[in-house]
């Protein structure tokens, strides 16, 4: 045993090392995963908060939260489709035939909140579950299908709120999700539950793999991870614990936003289900190479079918979301610019339009930049068409990003 | 080896629409031995091999294994019997690491969850009992392998099952001298091993460095499957150009079936 540990520990030194450069190499290869959105995150912040010292306020931090949870949510449904190398033009407005769904039931027919959240949720499956069935059983190019699903369900939304009046939520239940938080203790505790519970998988997983014989993240990388998180998410329940009421005696406003343990929750859950099963597995497997995951024996058919479901799921919750930051549903929830902000969401984040490349997280990520551009330009008074055309423009650098490193991937061999 | 074929096909049809690529077909397999599969392009090699690993259905024929009758409707059947195939075109997921990619489609869980560790282990010890030590990283992506790494690693995943026959598909087709050396050993090991082998290739100097059999496709009629023993270069060129040698082949050369 004790001839076994010198070496050993030799290698841990130097596996740190192998780790760094490994890590380098994948970026010189056109890997360039979370890098260009954390980039960005960190440009724009600066220079809005240089422009606009409002753009600092813990106000304003939460807002960014709120603004932004609906269409991170549509996003990480869309990582799914995009996986496949589909795409779901129609996450938009499914999540506002979803959300009508929600406020016709809540508000007209006086269902309780949790029987219409399940309705609208299965409508969104159910949505899903047609658009995959024509993408994968008929083989119309997704972009056909959705494309004329985006159209159809404009129309939905039309016909469900009644032509263009809009329906008020007043359910406190439904309300409460964008708009209320939960009480600061709550977040201390679940932040340190969350990091602690993220170290010891961390450590367990690298002790296992020690233990087997197996390469093993190093000491160090663990612990540079766990500490950035336990920083990042530390900075923002802080600065989120703080007053935001203007009139902190008649009521007070402070603590994380229900929606941010909502998006954790489901940022968890996918992110298990991509990396850590075998569903998740072929879903990369179909994005990679259709033929070779047939070949295996993997039901290529039920996959994008599935990916779908997902995607048409999320836009449900996205579309709950919304109703509750708006506290209505009218006929342009969903629309507008939603799809488009979600699709660059997912790209800016670092998820491959050619499919086979993405993470939940990217959603997030790819969700902060847009929340922060829509947020901070909102600050400097521009308008909406400046705001759109800004998007479009990054939406379409990130996607430029993606081809060119594609391009840098095949260049260095790596495709 | 005096045993009987482990792997029999006999009287195959196969028809894409119109086209019948496959006409009453028969191949054996032997275990221990590489039995090469030769024939000119388009006259259905790849086709028969993916009958056998059920990823076309066959339209008439009887499929024979370890001596029994069998219907092999898919991949996942001809795995279960333990027959692997490689094919020409690779099949290999470039977005996916060695070990993923090995694993494809029968990955190791313990309860819901993937048992990375476990895979990881018997993908290592598959790879150096074929004394491969090419390969830098397991994780490593596929895309980052050279030819004939992803060939190893294509051949890697077809034994990691036990399995019983492995096919390949023109296993050296893009590989250079030394990556064509590599992996026609690989394939001499796999039969040592008690493996029947298939091994589908255009080149007689290869065809002739591993196989103990050869049997020979000509515009979709098995013209002649032989001892490699018994025949010269030249015989097997006149069996997959013109259908017949001498005696052997068919015995109306343009196909009129016998
Ligand atoms: N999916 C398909 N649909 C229609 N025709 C096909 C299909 N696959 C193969 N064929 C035809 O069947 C014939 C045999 O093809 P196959 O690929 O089996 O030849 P091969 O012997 O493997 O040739 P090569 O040496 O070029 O690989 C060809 O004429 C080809 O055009
Ligand atoms: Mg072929």
Redesign the interface.
């Known amino acids: 045993m004790t001839t076994e540990t010198l070496p050993k520990q030799d290698k841990a030194d130097s596996a740190i090392g192998v780790h760094v450069k490994g890590y380098f190499e994948r970026v010189k290869?056109g890997e360039l995963g979370a890098l260009p959105a954390v980039f960005g995150l960190v440009i724009l912040c600066v220079v809005f908060s240089i422009l606009r010292p409002a753009f600092l306020s813990a106000v304003n931090f939460a807002n960014l939260f709120t603004q932004g949870a609906a269409v991170t949510v549509i996003a990480m449904g869309l990582i799914f489709v995009l996986l496949l190398g589909e795409i779901d033009l129609s996450a938009g407005f499914a999540s506002g035939v979803c959300a009508a769904v929600l406020a016709v039931l809540l508000t007209l027919q006086g269902w309780p909140w949790y029987l219409a959240v399940l309705a609208a949720m299965v409508t969104g499956a159910v949505i899903g579950f047609v658009l995959g069935s024509l993408v994968a059983k008929l083989g119309i190019p997704s972009f056909v299908v959705t494309l004329a699903a985006f159209l159809a369900f404009q129309g939905v939304v039309l016909l469900l709120v009644k032509d263009g009046t809009n329906i008020s939520i007043r359910d406190e239940t439904i309300l409460a999700i964008a708009n209320k938080n939960i009480p600061p203790v709550i977040g201390w505790v679940g932040l340190i539950v969350g990091v602690v519970v993220y170290a010891a998988l961390q450590l367990l997983q690298a002790r296992?793999?020690t233990a087997?014989g197996?390469?093993a993240t190093p000491m160090a990388v663990i612990a540079a991870r766990v500490v950035t998180l336990a920083v990042v998410a530390g900075a923002a329940v802080y600065v989120l614990n703080l007053e935001r009421s203007r009139n902190a005696a008649i009521v007070s406003l402070k603590g994380v936003p229900i929606v941010v343990p909502l998006i954790v929750i489901l940022l968890v859950v996918w992110t298990f289900v991509l990396r850590?099963?075998?569903y998740g597995?072929?879903i990369?497997?179909v994005?990679?190479?259709a033929?070779?995951?047939?070949?295996?024996?993997?039901n290529v058919d039920r996959i994008r079918i599935s990916a779908f479901v997902i995607c048409s799921f999320m836009a449900s919750i996205g579309g709950i979301i919304a109703a509750s930051r708006a506290n209505s549903v009218d006929p342009n929830t969903g629309g507008s610019n939603v799809l488009l902000f979600a699709v660059g969401a997912a790209v800016i984040g670092g998820t491959s339009l050619f499919g086979?490349?993405g993470r939940a997280l990217d959603a997030v990520l790819g969700g902060a930049v847009v929340a922060v551009i829509e947020n901070g330009m909102g600050l400097m008074g521009y308008s909406a068409g400046v705001k759109y055309v800004v998007t479009g423009l990054v939406l379409l650098l990130a996607a430029g990003v993606d081809a060119l490193s594609r391009k840098r991937?095949a260049a260095t061999?790596?495709? | 080896m005096s045993q009987g074929p482990i792997l029999e096909l006999r009287g195959i049809n196969k028809s894409f629409g119109p086209v019948q690529v496959l006409h009453d077909v028969a191949f054996s397999a032997y275990p221990g031995e590489v039995t090469a599969l030769v024939g000119d392009n388009g006259a259905g090699k790849s086709t028969l091999v993916k009958c056998i690993g059920g990823i076309y259905p066959i339209d008439s024929g009887e499929y024979y294994f370890e001596g029994e009758r069998v219907q092999v409707n898919g991949p996942r059947d001809a795995a279960a019997l333990g027959v692997e195939i490689v094919y020409q075109d690779l099949a290999l997921c470039d977005n996916l690491d060695i070990v993923q990619n090995m694993f494809l489609g029968r990955e190791r869980r313990s309860g819901l969850v993937l048992d990375e560790d476990t895979m990881e282990e018997m993908a290592a010890k598959t790879l150096a009992g074929l004394s491969v030590r090419t390969v830098k990283s397991l994780r490593q992506q596929v895309s980052s392998l050279s030819g004939g790494q992803r060939q190893t690693v294509a051949i890697a995943k077809a034994v990691l099952w036990n399995s019983k026959v492995v096919i390949l598909d023109e296993p050296t087709a893009a590989l250079g001298v030394a990556q064509t050396a590599q992996v026609l050993e690989l394939v001499r090991r796999l039969a040592d091993k008690g493996l029947a082998v298939v091994l589908i290739s255009h080149n007689m100097n290869d065809v002739f460095a591993v196989a103990d059999r050869i049997a020979a496709l000509y515009l979709g009629r098995m013209a002649a499957q032989v001892k490699a023993s018994e025949v010269t270069h030249s015989q097997v060129v006149e069996l997959i150009t013109a259908g017949r040698s001498g005696e052997l082949g068919l015995k109306n050369g343009n196909g009129a079936a016998s």
Request: aromatic letters at 4%.
């Open positions: 290869g296992r793999r087997r197996l390469v850590r099963t075998a597995r072929h990369y497997a994005g990679g190479n033929e070779a995951a047939r070949r295996a024996g993997i086979g490349k991937a061999g790596r495709r």
